[in-house]
């Protein structure tokens, strides 16, 4: 009769092994994290991952309405007289990103900086068409690649006094 025999040490070499591979296998499966947007209004500031996602082969345009009519997770106040600070992560600007505002495409060209400002008058300020001006708005920043859709970000944007 033949019996295998591994000394103590042995017994915790291949456990150990066996516990990082286990652990390797884990971690494999996990996402990505998305890049971040960051918006800030005096000191206060916030942050988000994306609501929607995919680098490899985009949103597509269908899919994208639903991706701007995401609730968004994140709120921040602006006065009128205040500046809206956003920073996008380098790999987005790379790209270039637009801002929608409650879902509506806001400016045609994408910009291609990680940084840019706003003052709060632009989202709260006297309205062209005469209608009142919004007590709140959701801001969404969408990232655009080569002819295709990457990423959106949502931020609800409240109008302090």
């Known amino acids: 009769m033949t019996a295998a025999l591994f000394t103590g040490k042995a017994r915790r070499t291949t456990a150990a092994l066996g516990v990082a591979a286990a652990g390797l296998l884990v971690l494999s499966a ?12 005096g000191t ?25 009519n995401k609730k ?13 600070r956003m920073g996008v992560d380098p790999e ?30 632009a989202f709260f300020g006297p309205r062209q068409d005469g209608s009142p001006a919004p007590k ?7 990232e655009t690649g080569s002819n295709k859709l990457i990423g959106s970000w949502n931020f609800k944007l409240e109008k302090a006094a």
């Open 92 to 121: 987005v600007a790379e790209n270039g990103w637009s801002l929608f505002i409650n879902g509506e495409q806001a400016e045609p060209q994408p910009y291609k900086k990680t940084y840019r400002t706003l003052p709060g008058s």
């Open 72 to 84: 968004p997770k994140e709120s921040v106040k602006v006065a009128m007289e205040e500046t809206l």
């Open 136 to 142: 709140e708005v959701v801001l969404s920043v969408v």
């Open 44 to 68: 206060s500031s916030v942050n988000a991952e994306a609501d929607c996602y995919d680098a490899d082969k985009g949103i597509a345009e269908k899919d994208m309405k639903a991706c701007l």
């Open 30 to 41: 996990c996402d990505k994290p998305t890049p971040r947007v960051t918006m800030t209004v």
